[in-house]
């Protein structure tokens, strides 16, 4: 588990740090933490890697909220939780679907908590999450973001709400990882998120709708 501080308060930044060193110590859980104090610093850093960010909202040049929306334009599934000295500032939060809020001074037992609601958002997500690489970015797609999936040779080209990727792969690997997720192979080569059908219509073949786009099948 990968869990980024960003605060440009060093004793802000080094209390959580030491929560979360404190909480491996009674747990055992394998969390690794890294510190930035600074917007800048982090999204430099920042490559879809972090299952959960710990963001301070006040800070000077670009603030938490903004550091949260560039997050979400590469990933979707990350475990955001805004720390501010304000609680209304964090009611924003749902703008980047922040899981939630810590008003400091931030106490062990708050953190404990709001940390466990982060780790179990985190896991139920990364089973579905998928890692897809286009040009220089590496880019984490929720399975619900993949409209749909086909074969063309020895690669998979995917199709979701942030383009298209093309990667190396298999169907059957993929069908294994989206197991038990609304996926359906309509034909021999073609994974399709059922969430997104709007119809399906014979004609010469069969094909089906969706965001607008026609799809033929067979």
């Known amino acids: 588990m990968r869990v980024a501080?960003?605060?440009d308060d060093?004793?802000?930044r080094e209390l959580l740090y030491n929560f979360i060193q404190r909480y491996r110590s009674e747990t055992g859980a394998d969390i690794r933490a890294d510190l930035f104090p600074g917007s800048l610093e982090f999204l430099e850093k920042f490559h879809s890697d972090y299952d959960i960010i710990f963001l301070d909202i006040e800070m000077p040049g670009m603030d938490g909220m903004e550091v949260a929306h560039e997050v979400r334009r590469t990933d979707?599934?990350?475990g955001i939780i805004f720390i501010t000295n304000m609680a209304q500032y964090a009611i924003r939060g749902y703008e980047v679907s922040a899981i939630d809020f810590m008003v400091k001074p931030v106490n062990y037992y708050n953190f404990v908590d709001?940390?466990?609601r982060a780790i179990d958002f985190s896991s139920r997500r990364a089973r579905k999450d998928l890692v897809l690489r286009r040009?220089?970015?590496i880019v984490r797609v929720p399975a619900s973001d993949l409209f749909y999936v086909e074969k063309d040779g020895n690669n998979l080209v995917y199709h979701t709400r942030n383009g298209e990727f093309r990667e190396r792969g298999s169907m059957q690997?993929?069908?294994?990882?989206?197991d038990n997720a609304a996926f359906s192979e309509c034909m021999s080569g073609c994974l399709v998120n059922l969430a997104y059908v709007e119809k399906l219509e014979r004609i010469h073949c069969y094909g089906f709708a969706?965001?607008?786009k026609r799809v033929l099948i067979g």
Do not use: S, Y
């Open 173 to 178: 690997a993929l069908k294994a990882k989206l």
């Open 114 to 116: 709001k940390l466990k």
């Open 10 to 12: 060093v004793k802000d």
């Open 76 to 78: 979707q599934a990350a």
């Open 5 to 7: 501080i960003v605060d």
């Open 210 to 212: 969706f965001q607008g």
């Open 135 to 137: 040009e220089d970015e």
